[in-house]
């Protein structure tokens, strides 16, 4: 069997680009819900996960791990602008609105967003 520096090379690459191929297929040109949201795993790492909805299925964008950022709002609009451009620019879907949770975090983030996205409904 290969080892992990194999398997997180090449391999893992050609498997991520099957699997983006295979959603684009599935989501190009449908209109999609977006959201964001964040916790600790059991080692106790912070992530941020990105999630799209499509004609009632979900899919998992990107999880990010924060831990070692700042746990700011200008963080989190950071990673919600790049899974807009993602799901834009490569899954090539219709975004019409993103939501997060309640927290103080997400509703300046929310308010940030509307700034820059006009075009999407901003839910918090």
Same mark, same amino acid.
Request: glycine share 4%; hydrophobic share 40%; charged share 25%.
């Given at each position: 069997?290969?080892?992990?520096?194999?398997?997180?090379?090449?391999?893992?690459?050609?498997?991520?680009?099957?699997?983006?191929?295979?959603?684009?297929?599935?989501?190009?040109?449908?209109?999609?819900?977006?959201?964001?949201?964040?916790?600790?795993? %059991?080692?106790?790492?912070?992530?941020?996960?990105?999630?799209?909805?499509?004609?009632?299925?979900?899919?998992?964008?990107?999880?990010?791990?924060?831990?070692?950022?700042?746990?700011?709002? #200008?963080?989190?609009?950071? %990673?919600?602008?790049?899974? %807009? #451009?993602?799901?834009?620019?490569?899954?090539?879907?219709?975004?019409?609105?993103?939501?997060?949770?309640?927290?103080?975090?997400?509703?300046?983030?929310?308010?940030?967003?509307?700034?820059?996205?006009?075009?999407?409904?901003?839910?918090?």
């Amino acid at each position: 069997l290969p080892g992990h520096d194999v398997l997180s090379g090449w391999i893992l690459d050609k498997e991520v680009a099957k699997a983006d191929a295979r959603t684009k297929n599935e989501v190009q040109n449908c209109y999609t819900t977006g959201q964001a949201d964040g916790w600790k795993n %059991i080692a106790k790492k912070s992530l941020i996960a990105g999630m799209m909805n499509v004609e009632y299925q979900p899919y998992i964008l990107n999880i990010t791990d924060i831990s070692s950022k700042p746990k700011t709002t #200008e963080t989190l609009l950071d %990673i919600v602008l790049r899974e %807009i #451009e993602y799901v834009t620019k490569v899954l090539l879907v219709l975004l019409v609105a993103w939501c997060t949770d309640a927290s103080g975090k997400s509703a300046k983030m929310c308010r940030l967003l509307r700034e820059k996205c006009a075009w999407i409904v901003v839910l918090d």
